[in-house]
T-cell receptor
């Protein structure tokens, strides 16, 4: 049973560039959530996708956008990169998202913006 | 303001010792999750607690949710180097109508052989 996978594992970009991160959910899951984790902090919720639509969004600017495909995989896009966007980006999947529905996390993509 | 407060921020123990990590919320917790993270890696799900007074165990790790559902503790018995990592508590929180999984800032655990 494949768990959550993410690609790439590491990425280096320069300020102003754009980046796309990818996520494949755990088998049987239909909901994907994205998180940003800065060094020494807990993950911060970016947004969540279900049925190919953004269902929930945290306090992140519009530079952060996403997409979910019919096979439930998802992409996170960040435009006009800032130094402060350097972080570990985590994808999590679940079967729907209601109270008490456990989210399972991928290994993350480490983004460094120079 | 921090929704979930974890303590301590870091912990160094000798192998074989017991330890406890706490997670406190100012609001009632409806779903409390414990995850473990190796440095720079993804989160590994440990346990989920929902009911006040609930206690769950997995191998040498036990988690409890207090009766008032505002505090949870994670206890490790006879710690081993394999227990080292960052322990994160998370909770389902509604922020301005958005239901999201919110995390504490983590507890860094080091186990000395």
């Amino acid at each position: 049973d494949a768990g959550v996978t993410q690609s790439p594992t590491h990425l280096i970009k320069t300020r102003g560039q754009q980046v796309t991160l990818r996520c494949s959910p755990k088998s049987g899951h239909d909901t994907v959530s994205w998180y940003q984790q800065a060094l020494g902090q807990g993950p911060q919720f970016i947004f969540q996708y279900y049925e190919e639509e953004e269902r929930q969004r945290g306090n992140f600017p519009d530079r952060f956008s996403g997409h979910q495909f019919p096979n439930y995989s998802s992409e996170l896009n960040v435009n006009a990169l800032l130094l402060g966007d350097s972080a570990l980006y985590l994808c999590a999947s679940s079967l729907g998202y209601t109270l008490g529905e456990t989210q399972y996390f991928g290994p993350g993509t480490r983004l460094l913006v120079l | 303001s921090q929704e979930l407060e974890q303590s301590p921020q870091s912990l160094i123990v000798q192998e074989g010792k017991n330890l406890t990590i706490n997670c406190t919320s100012s609001k009632t917790l409806y779903g409390l999750y414990w995850y473990k993270q190796k440095y720079g890696e993804g989160l590994i799900f440990l346990m989920m607690l929902q009911k006040g007074g609930e206690e769950k165990s997995h191998e040498k790790i036990t988690a409890k949710l207090d009766e008032k559902k505002q505090q949870s503790s994670l206890h490790i018995t006879a710690s081993q180097p394999s227990h080292a990592g960052i322990y994160l508590c998370g909770a389902d929180v509604s922020k301005e109508g958005v239901l999201q999984l919110t995390f504490g800032s983590g507890t860094q655990l080091t186990v000395l052989p």
